[in-house]
């Protein structure tokens, strides 16, 4: 059970023997030196066959980079299918390669970069076995080349980019290839079709002639400038101007370990959130998408479950000033990974808010082949404030920490996964029922996915620096399908799944539960149609506007019961115009009805322009004091891409429910690695019509400067 699963297959890598230029062109006499790894295997449609579509890999290395040469080849004359040349593309819609690097070869976490077939660059740090987070950013160049036969991929990607353990000589590393004409996703050592060929329990050997060099000191300064006007218009406030100067720091401590230190850090240049119709009854889940928070993320981040998450970034930092923070995160060895973090943000005086500080612990420690335990302490506390002093102010919480203990199971061949955890808050004035305890496991084989998930929330548990939407019940949640594969025809797989969740109160007294079937149908075309139905119980705990529109409450206590069926299209990716839509139609609170139909259009001049637009509407007929009532929810969006360099890109939302319609326009220009300039303009309106309420434009510069 602990052996590497694809451990026979190798790739040497030797030292350059003289210089390479990263044009695409593959001309330079290291090339001709290297090994090459072809003979891809067949992931998608099945995986029982070799790749028809043809790959040849080559990689080298010198005292500073790391270089790889992708030779792609065309299975079938045509063009290639991409979105545009806009970073961190999505990865079924372009065809692509990619590379999976997993320096210490421990099969949970590691690296991940590549291009589609038009240059635009991929890359993201990889955790939990198999998953990417493309919100990372780091230094290294690329260049794709094309002509009727083929496309070329060439990068270098720096020592210094990466961490790894000084004199490891086996890395664990594979190799993927996605190929819309054919439909073929194909990888250098064999993947089995339920995993996505990122899972690291499946990577060969990339065997190093020698160790890979010591990256020695290894310090990037990157300072940051921004000037910038804003004006409220709903406040009728006068325009303000704002001059911010500040900068990170990374230190590289070891070839594994690195000291990030940020000073006045400012986020204005991250993409906004896409906006949604909230009809739920808890509060919803946004994505940490800020720089700093996410190299080795995972160690603060995956703690928990989707919902029970003692640790989420975002309460740091959004709508408070960020004084300063320094974060310590890598590997000690092979067995050990540590995250030490700590952020101090300002006092807000016409809120009350006193200065607080932010201190997260994690440590991991791996066992078996690929499971570990993790340890996770986060504190929040306020400094040099005393809770009710001031009556005319909110009342802030002293201070809130949270301790937990997990365990992460990961079979060898990724077939079996799953969790079991450990949570206690500390509250002032809170000493009973803070615990959460929660666990799961799951079954994943080519026919087979099989998962039961059981948690249980304590009534007083307090996560004010995670998010935990629900407290004081116990959860159940079994889930179960089963493909089935024709041998012939337009449908490459169908098949049923069934997820039932249960919620019980702390009496173990049922309080609601949703019974969802689902039958899908996947094409060979990669479109997908669904069909479910769902089943649907909730026990009020709270009063509830089930519009949340500001209209009158559903009573506490009240029980109400649903029936409702949905169902889901997407379109294949390969043509420029591509589709999805989903509906949902059925019973609702109050014995009322709610209707639901959202989809979207996308159309790209590839692969410079990508057009995207968005809409959802949701119709409630509920009885008085309710009524009927319409939400639309609209958005577009315009992506432009000069070159793989120069992003222009526009968002607006038009949001009935909160009443606003939001522009914000971004360009970018990446003038050197890195290291970028940004204008980002942000308009709100209030629909009456087009009421401007606020307006903000920043221009903000980055650099990027390196010392080895």
Known sequence: MAQKKNGAYRLHIQKATSLIKIDGIANDQPWDESEISSDFFMVLPMDTSKARVRTEVRMTYDERNIYLLATCYHAVPGPYYVESLRRDFAFGKNDNFLLFLDPFDDQTNGFSFGANAAGAQWDGTMFGGGSVDLNWDNKWISAVKNDSEKWVFEMAVPFTTIRYKKGIREWGINFSRLDLKTTEKSSWAPVP??????????????????????????????????????????????????????????????????????????????????????????????????????????????FGYASIRPFFSRRIGLGVPIHAGARLSGRLNKDWRIGLMDMQTAKVEE???????????????????????????????????????????????????NAGLEYNLASANNIWTGKALVLKSFSPGRKDREMVQAAHLQYSSRRWNLMVQEEYVGRNYTAEVGYVPRNAYFKINPVASRLFFPKAGKILSHGPRLNAVYFFDETLKKTDYQNFFQYAFNFRNQSVFSIGMVDEFVKLLQPFDPTNFGKDTLARGSRHYWKAWRTEYVS????????????????????????????????????????????????????????????????TQLDVTVTNTLFFSTFLQYNEQTHNINVNSRFQWRYQPASDLFLVYTDNYFPAPFAVRNRALVLKVTYWWNKK
């Open 572 to 635: 294949k990716p390969q043509s420029v115009l591509t589709y999805a839509f989903n509906t949902r139609v059925g019973s609702y609170y109050a014995d009322g009805k709610w209707f639901n139909i959202a989809g979207e259009v996308g159309y790209r001049f590839q692969p410079f322009v990508s057009i995207r637009a968005n809409a959802s509407y949701n119709n409630l007929r509920l009885p008085h004091p309710w009524n009927n009532t319409t939400f639309w929810l609209v958005g």
């Open 351 to 401: 809120r009350g808010l006193p200065s607080q500080n932010f201190a997260i612990v994690s440590l991991q420690r791996r066992i078996f082949s690929r499971s570990n335990i993790s340890l996770l302490f986060v504190n929040k506390q306020s400094t040099n404030y005393e809770p009710g002093r001031d009556s005319s102010k909110p009342v802030y919480s002293l201070y809130n920490r």
């Open 193 to 302: 079709r339920q995993f996505p060929t990122a899972s690291l329990a499946y990577t060969g050997v990339l065997v190093w002639d020698t160790p890979p060099p010591d990256q020695g000191a290894n310090i990037s300064v990157i300072p940051y400038a921004l000037g910038g006007i804003s004006k409220n218009y709903e406040g009728n406030h006068a325009a303000t101007s704002q001059h911010k100067f500040g900068t990170d720091i990374k230190l590289g401590i070891t070839s594994s370990l690195n000291l990030d230190l940020t000073i006045n850090p400012d986020f204005s240049q991250v993409e906004v959130d896409r906006q949604v119709t909230n009809l739920d009854r808890f509060e919803l889940f946004f994505p940490e998408r800020r720089q700093f928070f996410l190299e080795n993320g995972d160690l603060f981040a995956n």
